[in-house]
Protein backbone atom coordinates (compact mmCIF):
# COMPACT_ATOMS: atom_id res chain seq x y z
CA UNK A 1 0.00 0.00 0.00
CA UNK A 2 3.06 2.10 1.29
CA UNK A 3 4.83 1.82 -2.61
CA UNK A 4 1.25 2.09 -4.09
CA UNK A 5 0.83 6.03 -2.62
CA UNK A 6 4.35 6.23 -3.24
CA UNK A 7 3.94 5.95 -6.93
CA UNK A 8 0.50 7.59 -7.28
CA UNK A 9 2.40 10.93 -5.85
CA UNK A 10 5.52 10.14 -8.13
CA UNK A 11 3.01 10.37 -11.17
CA UNK A 12 1.11 13.32 -9.80
CA UNK A 13 4.52 15.26 -9.61
CA UNK A 14 5.65 14.02 -12.82
CA UNK A 15 1.76 15.29 -14.43
CA UNK A 16 2.35 18.96 -12.57
CA UNK A 17 5.66 19.06 -14.42
CA UNK A 18 4.63 18.11 -17.45
CA UNK A 19 2.00 20.58 -17.06
CA UNK A 20 4.47 23.04 -15.83
CA UNK A 21 6.60 22.37 -18.68
CA UNK A 22 4.00 22.50 -21.54
CA UNK A 23 2.28 25.54 -20.05
CA UNK A 24 3.56 28.13 -22.63
CA UNK A 25 1.93 25.90 -25.94
CA UNK A 26 -1.23 24.77 -24.04
CA UNK A 27 -1.99 28.83 -22.88
CA UNK A 28 -0.89 29.59 -26.62
CA UNK A 29 -3.93 27.00 -27.75
CA UNK A 30 -6.74 28.43 -25.66
CA UNK A 31 -5.37 31.73 -26.87
CA UNK A 32 -5.63 30.98 -29.94
CA UNK A 33 -9.41 29.66 -29.49
CA UNK A 34 -10.33 32.38 -28.04
CA UNK A 35 -9.55 34.70 -30.52
CA UNK A 36 -10.26 33.06 -33.21
CA UNK A 37 -14.05 32.92 -31.56
CA UNK A 38 -13.87 36.72 -30.07
CA UNK A 39 -13.02 38.05 -33.94
CA UNK A 40 -15.77 35.95 -35.62
CA UNK A 41 -18.48 36.93 -32.80
CA UNK A 42 -20.85 40.03 -34.20
CA UNK A 43 -23.73 40.85 -31.82
CA UNK A 44 -25.12 42.84 -34.52
CA UNK A 45 -25.63 39.86 -36.56
CA UNK A 46 -26.81 37.74 -33.08
CA UNK A 47 -29.76 39.82 -31.85
CA UNK A 48 -33.18 39.41 -32.74
CA UNK A 49 -35.08 42.21 -34.11
CA UNK A 50 -35.80 45.28 -31.40
CA UNK A 51 -34.96 48.11 -29.76
CA UNK A 52 -31.58 47.41 -27.90
CA UNK A 53 -29.57 49.69 -25.22
CA UNK A 54 -26.17 48.64 -24.75
CA UNK A 55 -23.99 50.59 -21.78
CA UNK A 56 -20.59 50.75 -23.13
CA UNK A 57 -19.85 53.44 -20.14
CA UNK A 58 -22.14 54.29 -17.56
CA UNK A 59 -19.30 56.87 -15.77
CA UNK A 60 -18.38 60.51 -15.32
CA UNK A 61 -15.07 62.36 -14.93
CA UNK A 62 -14.58 60.88 -10.96
CA UNK A 63 -13.23 57.49 -11.14
CA UNK A 64 -15.19 54.30 -10.97
CA UNK A 65 -14.12 50.59 -11.78
CA UNK A 66 -17.13 49.24 -13.04
CA UNK A 67 -18.00 52.91 -15.30
CA UNK A 68 -16.37 54.37 -18.05
CA UNK A 69 -16.98 57.41 -19.31
CA UNK A 70 -20.49 58.08 -21.44
CA UNK A 71 -21.39 56.30 -23.55
CA UNK A 72 -24.29 54.05 -24.84
CA UNK A 73 -25.01 51.84 -27.85
CA UNK A 74 -28.30 51.53 -29.23
CA UNK A 75 -29.52 49.06 -32.33
CA UNK A 76 -32.45 49.45 -33.89
CA UNK A 77 -33.10 46.65 -36.13
CA UNK A 78 -29.66 45.50 -37.77
CA UNK A 79 -28.20 49.43 -37.29
CA UNK A 80 -25.67 50.54 -34.79
CA UNK A 81 -25.76 53.77 -33.02
CA UNK A 82 -23.33 55.11 -30.62
CA UNK A 83 -24.25 57.90 -28.43
CA UNK A 84 -21.36 60.31 -26.51
CA UNK A 85 -17.60 58.61 -26.92
CA UNK A 86 -16.12 58.43 -23.52
CA UNK A 87 -12.80 57.34 -22.03
CA UNK A 88 -13.51 53.38 -22.97
CA UNK A 89 -15.98 53.58 -25.35
CA UNK A 90 -14.19 51.50 -27.51
CA UNK A 91 -13.07 49.11 -25.83
CA UNK A 92 -16.23 48.71 -23.91
CA UNK A 93 -17.73 48.17 -27.35
CA UNK A 94 -15.74 45.98 -28.04
CA UNK A 95 -16.50 43.72 -25.20
CA UNK A 96 -20.68 43.77 -25.82
CA UNK A 97 -20.07 41.74 -28.75
CA UNK A 98 -19.83 44.63 -31.95
CA UNK A 99 -17.76 44.78 -34.82
CA UNK A 100 -16.71 48.60 -34.54
CA UNK A 101 -16.72 48.70 -38.38
CA UNK A 102 -20.66 48.32 -38.55
CA UNK A 103 -21.15 51.41 -36.22
CA UNK A 104 -23.42 53.75 -38.55
CA UNK A 105 -23.07 56.91 -37.00
CA UNK A 106 -22.26 58.35 -33.66
CA UNK A 107 -24.60 61.23 -32.04
CA UNK A 108 -23.15 63.11 -29.38
CA UNK A 109 -24.74 65.61 -26.66
CA UNK A 110 -22.57 67.55 -25.54
CA UNK A 111 -18.72 68.70 -25.62
CA UNK A 112 -18.08 68.37 -22.18
CA UNK A 113 -14.27 66.65 -22.35
CA UNK A 114 -16.17 63.04 -20.82
CA UNK A 115 -17.83 62.72 -23.45
CA UNK A 116 -15.58 62.87 -26.56
CA UNK A 117 -12.10 61.86 -24.90
CA UNK A 118 -12.55 58.69 -26.61
CA UNK A 119 -13.39 59.15 -29.75
CA UNK A 120 -10.04 59.57 -31.13
CA UNK A 121 -9.74 55.93 -30.42
CA UNK A 122 -13.36 54.69 -31.45
CA UNK A 123 -13.32 56.30 -34.92
CA UNK A 124 -9.96 54.90 -35.57
CA UNK A 125 -11.00 51.38 -34.39
CA UNK A 126 -14.26 51.65 -36.78
CA UNK A 127 -12.13 52.45 -39.01
CA UNK A 128 -9.59 49.92 -39.39
CA UNK A 129 -11.46 46.50 -37.62
CA UNK A 130 -13.18 46.61 -41.52
CA UNK A 131 -11.15 48.27 -43.67
CA UNK A 132 -14.33 51.01 -44.30
CA UNK A 133 -13.98 53.08 -47.26
CA UNK A 134 -16.21 55.77 -45.79
CA UNK A 135 -15.46 57.95 -42.36
CA UNK A 136 -18.51 57.66 -40.49
CA UNK A 137 -21.15 60.75 -39.71
CA UNK A 138 -20.80 62.27 -36.60
CA UNK A 139 -23.84 63.95 -35.49
CA UNK A 140 -24.39 66.93 -32.85
CA UNK A 141 -25.46 70.35 -32.34
CA UNK A 142 -23.55 73.20 -33.53
CA UNK A 143 -19.78 73.05 -32.52
CA UNK A 144 -19.49 69.16 -33.44
CA UNK A 145 -17.61 70.30 -37.02
CA UNK A 146 -14.44 71.82 -34.76
CA UNK A 147 -14.30 68.75 -33.10
CA UNK A 148 -14.08 66.44 -35.79
CA UNK A 149 -11.70 68.73 -37.23
CA UNK A 150 -9.51 68.95 -34.29
CA UNK A 151 -9.42 65.04 -34.22
CA UNK A 152 -8.65 64.92 -37.62
CA UNK A 153 -6.01 67.39 -37.45
CA UNK A 154 -4.63 65.18 -34.19
CA UNK A 155 -4.99 61.70 -36.14
CA UNK A 156 -3.14 63.10 -39.28
CA UNK A 157 0.39 61.23 -38.84
CA UNK A 158 -1.66 58.17 -37.54
CA UNK A 159 -3.79 58.34 -41.07
CA UNK A 160 -0.92 58.42 -43.20
CA UNK A 161 1.15 55.66 -41.13
CA UNK A 162 -1.25 52.98 -41.24
CA UNK A 163 -2.26 53.96 -44.65
CA UNK A 164 1.63 53.68 -45.71
CA UNK A 165 1.72 50.17 -43.83
CA UNK A 166 -1.24 48.13 -44.77
CA UNK A 167 -2.03 49.59 -47.88
CA UNK A 168 -4.90 51.69 -49.20
CA UNK A 169 -6.42 48.41 -50.41
CA UNK A 170 -6.33 46.78 -46.50
CA UNK A 171 -7.09 50.21 -44.96
CA UNK A 172 -8.64 52.65 -47.43
CA UNK A 173 -7.45 56.36 -46.85
CA UNK A 174 -11.08 57.64 -47.38
CA UNK A 175 -12.83 56.03 -44.92
CA UNK A 176 -10.55 57.73 -42.20
CA UNK A 177 -11.84 59.72 -39.21
CA UNK A 178 -15.13 61.00 -39.55
CA UNK A 179 -17.82 63.57 -41.17
CA UNK A 180 -19.29 66.17 -38.88
CA UNK A 181 -23.13 66.84 -39.35
CA UNK A 182 -24.36 69.53 -37.66
CA UNK A 183 -28.11 69.61 -36.50
CA UNK A 184 -29.48 72.76 -34.84
CA UNK A 185 -33.02 72.08 -33.19
CA UNK A 186 -35.69 74.31 -34.28
CA UNK A 187 -38.04 77.18 -32.10
CA UNK A 188 -39.72 74.51 -30.19
CA UNK A 189 -36.13 73.18 -29.12
CA UNK A 190 -35.92 69.73 -31.40
CA UNK A 191 -34.66 68.35 -34.39
CA UNK A 192 -35.61 65.01 -36.52
CA UNK A 193 -32.28 63.46 -37.17
CA UNK A 194 -32.92 60.64 -38.54
CA UNK A 195 -36.55 59.07 -39.84
CA UNK A 196 -37.37 56.30 -42.00
CA UNK A 197 -40.52 53.63 -42.10
CA UNK A 198 -39.43 52.09 -38.70
CA UNK A 199 -36.63 54.44 -37.34
CA UNK A 200 -36.88 57.93 -35.82
CA UNK A 201 -34.49 59.79 -33.49
CA UNK A 202 -35.06 63.19 -32.32
CA UNK A 203 -32.46 65.82 -30.53
CA UNK A 204 -33.57 67.76 -28.17
CA UNK A 205 -32.62 70.53 -26.03
CA UNK A 206 -31.92 70.43 -22.05
CA UNK A 207 -30.83 72.41 -19.65
CA UNK A 208 -26.87 71.98 -19.09
CA UNK A 209 -26.15 75.59 -18.98
CA UNK A 210 -23.60 77.54 -18.42
CA UNK A 211 -22.70 74.59 -21.24
CA UNK A 212 -24.52 75.45 -24.36
CA UNK A 213 -25.46 73.82 -26.78
CA UNK A 214 -27.22 70.28 -24.98
CA UNK A 215 -29.20 67.76 -26.15
CA UNK A 216 -30.63 64.69 -25.46
CA UNK A 217 -31.74 62.01 -28.12
CA UNK A 218 -35.56 60.34 -28.42
CA UNK A 219 -35.39 56.79 -30.05
CA UNK A 220 -38.19 55.33 -31.78
CA UNK A 221 -38.45 51.78 -33.45
CA UNK A 222 -41.11 49.87 -34.16
CA UNK A 223 -43.36 50.78 -31.54
CA UNK A 224 -40.85 50.87 -29.00
CA UNK A 225 -39.01 53.63 -27.46
CA UNK A 226 -35.66 55.06 -25.31
CA UNK A 227 -35.14 58.46 -24.05
CA UNK A 228 -31.57 59.40 -23.32
CA UNK A 229 -31.13 62.24 -20.96
CA UNK A 230 -27.82 63.70 -21.87
CA UNK A 231 -26.42 65.66 -19.31
CA UNK A 232 -29.18 68.24 -17.75
CA UNK A 233 -30.60 69.56 -14.71
CA UNK A 234 -34.19 68.64 -14.10
CA UNK A 235 -35.67 69.41 -17.32
CA UNK A 236 -39.24 69.73 -18.94
CA UNK A 237 -37.96 68.98 -21.88
CA UNK A 238 -36.28 65.65 -20.55
CA UNK A 239 -39.91 64.75 -19.29
CA UNK A 240 -42.33 65.83 -23.18
CA UNK A 241 -39.79 63.64 -24.74
CA UNK A 242 -40.11 60.46 -22.19
CA UNK A 243 -44.06 60.77 -21.78
CA UNK A 244 -45.15 56.65 -22.31
CA UNK A 245 -41.53 55.98 -23.20
CA UNK A 246 -40.51 52.48 -22.29
CA UNK A 247 -37.05 53.32 -21.30
CA UNK A 248 -35.41 56.22 -19.60
CA UNK A 249 -31.94 56.39 -19.44
CA UNK A 250 -31.36 59.42 -16.96
CA UNK A 251 -27.88 60.79 -15.69
CA UNK A 252 -27.93 61.26 -12.40
CA UNK A 253 -26.27 62.67 -9.02
CA UNK A 254 -26.63 61.95 -5.31
CA UNK A 255 -25.61 65.36 -3.30
CA UNK A 256 -25.37 63.91 -0.38
CA UNK A 257 -22.53 61.57 -1.76
CA UNK A 258 -20.85 64.71 -3.30
CA UNK A 259 -21.14 66.77 0.08
CA UNK A 260 -18.83 63.61 1.16
CA UNK A 261 -16.17 64.31 -1.51
CA UNK A 262 -16.79 68.10 -1.01
CA UNK A 263 -16.07 68.27 2.91
CA UNK A 264 -13.08 65.66 1.94
CA UNK A 265 -11.24 68.29 -0.10
CA UNK A 266 -11.91 71.19 2.48
CA UNK A 267 -10.23 68.71 5.37
CA UNK A 268 -7.45 67.77 2.94
CA UNK A 269 -6.98 71.75 2.55
CA UNK A 270 -7.91 71.87 -0.91
CA UNK A 271 -10.18 75.07 -2.11
CA UNK A 272 -10.74 74.70 -5.26
CA UNK A 273 -11.28 71.22 -5.58
CA UNK A 274 -13.67 71.96 -2.63
CA UNK A 275 -15.32 74.34 -5.11
CA UNK A 276 -15.34 72.44 -8.02
CA UNK A 277 -17.27 69.57 -6.40
CA UNK A 278 -19.68 72.21 -5.23
CA UNK A 279 -20.36 73.52 -9.05
CA UNK A 280 -21.35 70.41 -10.17
CA UNK A 281 -24.67 70.64 -8.28
CA UNK A 282 -26.18 72.89 -10.52
CA UNK A 283 -25.95 71.69 -13.78
CA UNK A 284 -27.41 67.86 -13.13
CA UNK A 285 -30.57 66.02 -11.86
CA UNK A 286 -30.67 63.64 -8.86
CA UNK A 287 -31.85 60.77 -8.35
CA UNK A 288 -34.71 61.53 -7.20
CA UNK A 289 -35.39 64.32 -9.47
CA UNK A 290 -34.97 61.81 -12.04
CA UNK A 291 -37.37 59.41 -10.54
CA UNK A 292 -40.06 62.32 -10.55
CA UNK A 293 -39.69 62.90 -14.18
CA UNK A 294 -40.23 59.38 -15.03
CA UNK A 295 -43.06 58.84 -12.66
CA UNK A 296 -44.90 61.90 -14.57
CA UNK A 297 -44.07 60.92 -17.55
CA UNK A 298 -45.40 57.39 -16.99
CA UNK A 299 -42.25 55.55 -18.44
CA UNK A 300 -41.66 51.80 -17.52
CA UNK A 301 -37.91 51.67 -16.87
CA UNK A 302 -35.48 54.03 -15.53
CA UNK A 303 -32.15 53.39 -16.16
CA UNK A 304 -29.63 55.87 -13.99
CA UNK A 305 -26.13 56.71 -16.11
CA UNK A 306 -23.60 59.07 -15.89
CA UNK A 307 -23.11 58.41 -12.22
CA UNK A 308 -21.67 61.48 -10.17
CA UNK A 309 -19.73 60.68 -7.90
CA UNK A 310 -18.24 57.26 -8.47
CA UNK A 311 -19.26 54.13 -6.56
CA UNK A 312 -16.17 52.53 -5.08
CA UNK A 313 -17.89 50.86 -2.22
CA UNK A 314 -20.52 47.31 -1.24
CA UNK A 315 -23.56 49.29 -0.17
CA UNK A 316 -23.11 52.79 -1.59
CA UNK A 317 -25.83 51.82 -4.39
CA UNK A 318 -28.28 52.32 -1.75
CA UNK A 319 -27.23 55.39 -0.35
CA UNK A 320 -27.18 56.82 -3.80
CA UNK A 321 -30.78 55.91 -4.76
CA UNK A 322 -31.76 58.17 -1.85
CA UNK A 323 -35.48 58.47 -1.88
CA UNK A 324 -36.08 57.41 -5.78
CA UNK A 325 -37.26 54.20 -5.18
CA UNK A 326 -40.62 55.78 -3.24
CA UNK A 327 -41.30 59.01 -6.00
CA UNK A 328 -41.18 56.11 -9.09
CA UNK A 329 -43.04 52.88 -8.54
CA UNK A 330 -41.71 50.84 -12.14
CA UNK A 331 -38.11 49.27 -11.98
CA UNK A 332 -34.86 51.80 -11.44
CA UNK A 333 -31.43 50.10 -12.17
CA UNK A 334 -27.97 51.87 -11.72
CA UNK A 335 -26.47 51.33 -14.82
CA UNK A 336 -22.76 49.83 -15.09
CA UNK A 337 -20.53 49.00 -17.77
CA UNK A 338 -21.81 45.93 -19.78
CA UNK A 339 -25.35 46.22 -19.27
CA UNK A 340 -27.62 45.50 -21.39
CA UNK A 341 -31.65 46.00 -21.76
CA UNK A 342 -33.69 44.57 -25.13
CA UNK A 343 -37.01 45.65 -26.01
CA UNK A 344 -38.53 43.31 -28.39
CA UNK A 345 -41.61 44.96 -31.42
CA UNK A 346 -44.63 44.15 -30.71
CA UNK A 347 -44.05 43.32 -26.65
CA UNK A 348 -44.01 45.28 -23.63
CA UNK A 349 -41.07 43.49 -22.17
CA UNK A 350 -37.93 45.45 -21.20
CA UNK A 351 -35.09 42.34 -20.70
CA UNK A 352 -32.49 43.08 -18.96
CA UNK A 353 -28.32 41.08 -18.85
CA UNK A 354 -25.50 41.81 -18.25
CA UNK A 355 -22.75 41.23 -20.85
CA UNK A 356 -19.96 41.63 -18.55
Request: proline share 6%.
Amino acid sequence: MRKFAISMLLLAVLAAAAAYVLRGPLSVAVAQRVAAGRLAADLLGELPDGLHVGVCGAGSPFPDDRRFGPCTTVVAGKRLFVFDAGSGSARNIGKLGFVHGRIEAILLTHFHSDHIDGLGELLLQRWVSTGNAAPVPVWGPPGVDQVVAGLRQAYAHDQHYRVAHHNDTTVPGSGFGALAQTFTPGADGRVVVLKDADLEIIAFNVDHAPIHPAVGYRIRYKGRSVVLSGDTKKSAAVQREAQGVDLLVHEALSEPLMAVLENGAAQAGRPKLKKIFNDVLNYHTTPEQAAEIARDAKVRYLLLNHIVPGLPFPGMDQAFLGGAPGIFGGPIRIATDGDFLSLPPGSTDILVKSRF
